[in-house]
């Protein structure tokens, strides 16, 4: 990142070279789409993203995090069948994104350390977040049947639960954490599942499918990227579930 007091806004496109940049090591492994073709599409996610963005109204910090949900969300909607998609690192991009495609007046006062700090901060958490929701829902019909109140508290009720339990601290430096993460994740989706079924997350998941779920889940690879790579992934049919 440039240094600086204060966050400026380039006036060449940041974001064509950021792309590539992020391309280099995984290009080889894509066998569907061209390089050109890939490269665009990336770049046109990261354009777009900033479309429908109330930069009047909402804190720039705020804005950043919008911003970073709206591109991973299209990044793996688009991509999500790609193994590579998980190795890339688009935090540059991201950083790119923002100062190509923001009014410079939303982030011309920022401080460069306050600035990269949410960028960075944006960019882990909605990578995670988003990486995960496409998992969910495609597992979520082995269990539900599509459509329905009942699927769509269920997906929140998960969603809510590993939220809840990625905002736990240090959790990727103790050995213990996989088990500490899992079982807060289990706890508070179930919470939240309870207070959206009057006291009985039972009738819309029974307790059986769920771990059957959470196993599915975990299967898939739905730890955090960082804390996979830290401690590994659970044994498949892992009886801590």
């Known amino acids: 990142w440039p240094g600086g007091a204060a966050v400026g806004s380039g006036t060449e496109d940041l974001l064509w070279g950021a792309v590539a940049e992020a391309l280099d090591p995984v290009r080889h492994v894509e066998d569907t ?85 949410a960028v960075l901060a944006a960019h882990d958490r909605a990578f995670e977040e988003q990486r995960f929701l496409p998992m969910l829902w495609e597992l979520l019909q082995n269990y539900i049947p599509k459509g329905g109140k009942t699927a769509k508290k269920v997906y929140d009720a998960f969603e809510f639960g590993r939220k809840a339990a990625s905002r736990m601290s240090a959790w990727e430096q103790d050995p213990n954490e996989v088990k500490a993460f899992v079982s807060k994740w289990a706890d508070s989706a179930i919470s939240h599942l309870s207070r959206n079924t009057m006291g009985d997350p039972s009738c819309a998941l029974a307790e059986e499918p769920a771990a059957e779920l959470l196993h599915a889940l975990l299967g898939a690879g739905a730890l955090p990227v960082p804390l996979a790579a830290e401690h590994g992934h659970p044994p498949s049919g892992w009886p801590f579930v």
Do not use: M
């Not at 193994?83 to 923001?102: C, H, I, K, M, N």
């Open 33 to 117: 789409w061209e390089q050109s073709k890939l490269e665009r599409r990336i770049r046109d996610y990261f354009r777009k993203a900033a479309r429908g963005l109330e930069f009047q109204a909402r804190p720039w910090h705020v804005l950043v995090n919008e911003y970073a949900d709206c591109v991973f969300a299209s990044l793996f909607q688009a991509l999500g069948d790609r193994p590579w998609l998980s190795q890339a690192d688009f935090l540059l991009v991201l950083d790119a994104g923002v100062r190509d495609t923001f009014p410079p007046q939303a982030i011309a006062a920022v401080p460069q350390l306050d600035f990269e700090r």
